[in-house]
């Protein structure tokens, strides 16, 4: 650090310049992330409320009281009003939350956690934190987990099975249905990742599509990761916990007692973290309400058609599956996909790579222009390759 500081006008010069290496959502290139540009009225709130505190919520009452009206709407969403939780840093977090609460709540010699080989790397990085094993089993021919394999790797030692809505790689929806019979004849602790899907699958049924039942209604689900700052146009940091019922969450509780609050009951894994993002949630869940959000899942479906067709005019590449929502998986059996994926690159297009495949995630600042100019610049990518 200089011992002088520089006036804001030096420093605001260069913070332009340097920032301009940086993608943005308005250019619509980045086709490859599962988050969005923030809502205006979300932002507004956002910088409101920088000072919040929720590592403290008796210094922030109030905030902590929208915090807990915010999950109970996110809970309805998920047909469980009564429904408590938290609003974290990320999908990461919350899976790892889910997972915590999972083994406090069991017995002692049980260790391993059943998941499909789609989940997201967060899992791996929760058992490693802690000490479990995390015992991946392979998906069926849609892509969904493969239900006799979970089945048969349900042993004396399993404490919790993990479901997918809406996966990572292919937007995917695991039979949430079937994971609930077994964690309830099991005696199992079920955790559903709809970190991307739980602001997309709610409205389905309304607006025509195939539904899926993959939340709370199902009586063996225990927990939810729901993510605001996905599908749910919150500014980062917004990830979401939601668990059953008070006994679930209690699990990872503990008692704070030096805060200038007053002592509390704490049960995140950090202490300190951001009130605003809660309340920002809040009022976007509130102003949106689900016509709202039901608009922006219908324009987001409409445009994936729309690339969906495009990729199915093509030859050389194709889609892995037919998107069952806003994710379109591109392959191709004649070009290595990375260098298809460089290509676009080159183009100023920011896709994901996935082993075997390109993601597009369809987000809310994808606009019809961009998804036409990324086809024309795929297909002469895909024609020009020998
Ligand atoms: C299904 C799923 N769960 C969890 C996560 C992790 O979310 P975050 O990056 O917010 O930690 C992701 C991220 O893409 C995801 O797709």
């Given at each position: ?98 997972l915590?609460?999972a083994?406090?709540?069991s017995e002692?010699n049980r260790n391993e956690v059943i998941a499909p080989v789609s989940a997201?790397?967060?899992f791996d990085?929760?058992a490693?934190?802690?000490?479990l094993k995390l015992v991946k089993v392979k998906l069926d021919e849609q892509f969904q987990v493969d239900i006799a394999a979970v089945k048969d790797a349900v042993t004396s030692k399993t404490l919790a099975l993990v479901g997918v809505?809406?996966s990572?790689?292919?937007?995917i929806v695991d039979s949430i249905t079937e994971l609930s019979e077994i964690a309830l004849t099991q005696n199992l602790y079920l955790h559903v990742d ?24 199902l009586?063996g689900v ?165």
């Amino acid at each position: 650090m200089k011992e002088k500081g520089l006036p804001k006008t030096l420093v605001l010069q260069q913070l332009k310049s340097k920032l301009k290496e940086d993608f943005t959502y308005d250019s619509g290139k980045i086709l490859g992330s599962m988050c969005t540009k923030p809502h205006a009225f979300a932002k507004q709130i956002y910088m409101k409320c920088l000072e919040k505190n929720l590592g403290d919520p008796g210094l922030f009452p109030a905030t902590a009281e929208l915090e807990r009206e915010a999950i109970q709407l996110l809970g309805s969403l998920l047909s469980n009003p009564s429904a408590c939780g938290h609003f974290v840093s990320g999908g990461t977090e919350a899976n790892i939350m889910a997972l915590w609460a999972a083994r406090n709540l069991s017995e002692q010699n049980r260790n391993e956690v059943i998941a499909p080989v789609s989940a997201h790397y967060s899992f791996d990085k929760a058992a490693n934190l802690l000490g479990l094993k995390l015992v991946k089993v392979k998906l069926d021919e849609q892509f969904q987990v493969d239900i006799a394999a979970v089945k048969d790797a349900v042993t004396s030692k399993t404490l919790a099975l993990v479901g997918v809505a809406g996966s990572t790689d292919l937007g995917i929806v695991d039979s949430i249905t079937e994971l609930s019979e077994i964690a309830l004849t099991q005696n199992l602790y079920l955790h559903v990742d709809a970190a991307f899907g739980g602001f997309v699958l709610p409205f389905f049924k309304e607006l025509g599509y195939p539904s899926f039942d993959f939340d709370f209604k199902l009586p063996g689900v225990c927990s939810i990761t729901v993510d605001p700052h996905k599908m749910g146009l919150a500014p980062i940091p917004a990830g979401g916990i939601l668990f059953r019922d008070e006994a679930i969450m209690k699990s990872v509780s503990v008692e704070v007692p030096y805060l200038a609050g007053g002592n509390t009951e704490q049960s995140t894994i950090v202490g300190t973290r951001s009130g605003a993002s809660a309340v920002a949630v809040w009022a976007l869940l509130m102003h949106l309400g689900r016509e709202g959000y039901k608009a922006v899942v219908k324009r987001c479906m409409n445009l994936t058609s729309k690339l969906a067709e495009g990729i199915e005019k093509m030859d050389k590449v194709s889609l892995v599956t037919k998107p069952v929502m806003n994710i379109v998986g591109i392959k191709s059996k004649v070009i290595d996909i990375r260098i298809i994926a460089q290509k676009l690159r080159e183009k100023g297009w920011a896709v994901s790579v996935f082993p075997k495949h390109i993601r597009i995630a369809v987000m809310p600042h994808i606009k019809p222009a961009h998804v036409k100019s990324f086809l024309k610049d795929l297909k002469k990518i895909v024609n020009e390759n020998k």
